[in-house]
């Protein structure tokens, strides 16, 4: 059974607005979140993460927001660029655990 | 400047053969990880490892083993490729003092016939 989800499996924004990608979780035992992003070919790369005693955490164009009540937690890239096109996983990590569990990702395009 | 490679990038067998796949790391870490990823459901855990000789199986474990000799290699064999593991497959490595951020391969595409 899958403990974190994205369900939205793809997402269209133009060039220069905001691209919001969601994540919802089920496990109250995780403690930490966070993004990464990939190309096709290549492995993923870290993108941002978030500590479950923030709520937020904001790296340049790039912002993630945790509601621990709601178990949600999204991810904001302002403005949104050509090179943000890619797939974006959002993981979860337990406390005192070193294993990430993924969503099935959301595929992002950017139209110029 | 530290790595973490995987080989082959692409491969082909049949039904019923044994296969390794390689990922080697040079950044010294404790933590190596073995994924699949299929359209759906992301990335999902075959087999872990936090050391060297300690290997744990993931959620997907099955048909798939790992042996860790050594901290730069954790090498994962399909004992009897089937045409259900037709997938690509990441390494990636960890700290075991930061822990979270996971660093990863390029992948390797395998395709069973």
């Known amino acids: 059974d899958q403990q974190v989800k994205q369900n939205s499996p793809s997402l269209s924004v133009q060039e220069g607005r905001i691209s919001i990608l969601n994540c919802d979780y089920t496990?109250?035992?995780?403690?930490?979140f966070l993004w990464y992003k990939k190309y096709p070919a290549e492995g993923p790369t870290f993108l941002i993460s978030i500590s479950s005693i923030k709520d937020k955490n904001e790296d340049g164009r790039f912002t993630v927001f945790l509601n621990k009540s709601a178990k949600h937690l999204s991810l904001h890239i302002v403005p949104s660029q050509p090179g943000d096109s890619a797939v974006y996983f959002c993981a979860a990590l337990k406390a005192g655990d070193y294993k990430l569990s993924f969503g099935a990702g959301t595929t992002v395009t950017v139209r110029a | 400047d530290a790595e973490i490679t995987q080989s082959p990038r692409h491969k082909i067998t049949e039904t019923g053969r044994q296969v390794t796949l390689a990922c080697h790391q040079t950044w010294n870490h404790n933590n190596m990880f073995w994924y699949r990823q299929d359209l759906g459901h992301g990335l999902r855990l075959i087999h872990y490892?936090?050391?060297?000789?300690?290997?744990n199986k993931g959620e997907v474990s099955d048909g798939y083993s790992v042996s860790r000799s050594n901290t730069e290699d954790l090498p994962l064999t399909l004992e009897s490729a089937a045409s259900s593991q037709t997938s690509v497959y990441f390494c990636?490595?960890?700290?075991?003092?930061?822990?979270?951020?996971?660093?990863f391969g390029p992948g390797t595409r395998l395709t069973v016939t």
């Open positions: 490892s936090y050391g060297v000789q300690d290997t």
């Open positions: 496990n109250s035992m995780f403690d930490y």
């Open positions: 990636a490595s960890s700290e075991s003092t930061r822990g979270h951020e996971q660093y």
